[in-house]
């Protein structure tokens, strides 16, 4: 049988009267990849924010014993001109976490971010290179759980084939549970395990070939969704 | 020009704002630091009235007026920028309704009366905690900073470190109240760090960068002012504006 990562029980989120999340109930299996998806505004990254404990919450969110969680947030409100390097972000993170010596060049190298890139300010970085180094910063501490909010935001076209596969290979390698929101259908069919699909109206949990059929992602989205399907889902 | 001694506690002040400066323009409060400031009036007000040393009176109602905040702040959830707003401006009102007259100039731009040896031990003592307190938060403060998710996914109690930072910085107001007074010592604490972000590329750069400016200001400020026949906390902040302005030039690409 395999192990649980995470076990979510009946899950609402209210922000005063407006309920953005309604009884929503699944399971994440140790190691497995789980894509959330859906139309704007329906609470994938309050959903996120839940998760990790940022916000107020009703019903359960277990997550396995020992569990260490790496986030990734869909956009930071950062000034261009902020003095800080990702190095001096990364370095700041090892600190408060006690990591060893050698951990900001770890995951360096295993987001393939370079150190000139790693020694400039952090709002001067692309959206990739940006992506790459909360990606590293997620990854210091040894997470076994990560959750990624739109992983290409801000990336282009060419580079979001390549953060995905970046992904991919570190799940396999780091053997993490990963759980990502993302409007990229065809991505999502290719790298995810299951998929939750958030609406307004209902919830939807399943593999892709399940999940992401014309007829549902139209009755989700409100109009018809179409992606590319060029493997087979993961 | 003033003995050795009595430059002690200024450049202790100074090394203090221009750390906090450097965390509370990354943290845009720049508007707010000015603001905070204003809170401790109502507190040199009340002192006078009852025959304290109004640097007590305003320590302790910048302290108060702290906690204040940031109880509002987890309370209510608005931007700190409002609540600072709000309340602070508000002391300021109270604060020159209660300080007589006389005293009141004092209270807002400091004065020129050098502090007695208790005065410039414990002011000294008390930067001295600042500094280290700041420089032992500066990676929990860097995260919450960048984003108050990612601090918590890592481990940081955003709020303690909010309350940590605000009291530091209540502090290190206090510590400029005699030089600068109300109204001035948010600037020692703003304008080194908004010049020190122009030219620096990274947050040790940054930092010192700006512990030098403050210094560097309060230093020319205090020795060129009886020379000049001017009070040392304007011409401080002159001379930090004058520096502020060259970084203008300097400022580097982006």
């Known amino acids: ?234 | 020009m003033p003995p050795p001694s009595e430059l002690l506690l200024p450049l202790g002040m100074s090394v203090a704002a221009g750390l906090v400066g450097s965390i509370a323009v990354m943290r845009r409060m720049t508007l707010a630091s000015d603001a905070i400031s204003h809170v401790a009036l109502p507190g040199v007000g009340i002192a006078l009235l009852f025959h304290l040393n109004p640097l007590v009176g305003g320590l302790a109602a910048l302290f108060a007026g702290t906690l204040l905040i940031w109880a509002l702040e987890r309370t209510t959830h608005l931007p700190t920028e409002a609540i600072i707003g709000v309340v602070f401006s508000a002391a300021l009102a109270i604060g020159s309704m209660l300080t007589p007259g006389a005293e009141l100039v004092e209270a807002l731009f400091g004065t020129r009366e050098a502090p007695g040896r208790i005065e410039t031990v414990l002011g000294l003592v008390a930067a001295a905690l600042v500094i280290l307190s700041v420089i032992r938060a500066r990676s929990h403060l860097v995260i919450s900073l960048v984003s108050a998710d990612l601090a918590r996914t890592t481990g940081v109690s955003v709020s303690r470190v909010n309350l940590l930072f605000l009291l530091a910085f209540a502090v290190t107001v206090a510590l400029g109240l005699r030089f600068l007074g109300v109204l001035l010592m948010g600037s020692l604490i703003i304008i080194p760090a908004a010049t020190a972000k122009h030219v620096a590329g990274s947050l040790r750069s940054m930092q010192a960068c700006s512990i030098g400016v403050a210094v560097l200001a309060t230093l020319m400020g205090a020795l060129a002012a009886p020379t000049l026949g001017v009070d040392p906390g304007p011409l401080t902040i002159t001379v930090a504006a004058g520096m502020f302005g060259v970084s203008l030039v300097l400022r580097r690409p982006r």
């Open chain 1, 1 to 234: 049988m395999t192990a649980r990562a995470l076990t979510v029980d009946h899950l609402s989120v209210s922000f005063g009267k407006r309920r953005v999340l309604e009884d929503l109930s699944f399971e994440v299996e140790s190691g497995s990849s789980l894509a959330i998806i859906g139309p704007n505004g329906c609470g994938k990254t309050v959903l996120f924010k839940a998760l990790i404990g940022a916000i107020p919450s009703a019903g359960t969110i277990q997550w396995a014993p020992e569990t260490v969680i790496g986030y990734v947030p869909q956009k930071l409100d950062l000034e261009r001109d902020l003095p800080l390097t990702g190095r001096e972000l990364l370095e700041a993170k090892a600190k408060v976490t006690r990591s060893v010596s050698g951990e900001v060049s770890r995951v360096l190298t295993l987001v393939e971010l370079v150190d000139e890139v790693a020694g400039q300010p952090i709002g001067t970085l692309s959206g990739g290179q940006f992506q790459r180094l909360l990606l590293a910063f997620a990854l210091m501490g040894r997470p076994s759980v990560l959750l990624f909010d739109e992983p290409t935001a801000g990336v282009d076209e060419p580079g979001e084939e390549q953060l995905y596969e970046l992904i991919g290979r570190l799940r396999r390698a780091e053997g993490l549970t990963l759980l990502l929101i993302s409007h990229e259908l065809s991505l999502v069919y290719e790298h995810a395990a299951t998929v939750l699909c958030l609406s307004r109206r209902r919830t939807y949990f399943g593999p892709p070939l399940e999940i992401l059929t014309p007829e549902r992602l139209q009755e989700v989205y409100g109009r018809p969704m179409r992606f590319h399907r060029h493997h087979a889902p993961a």
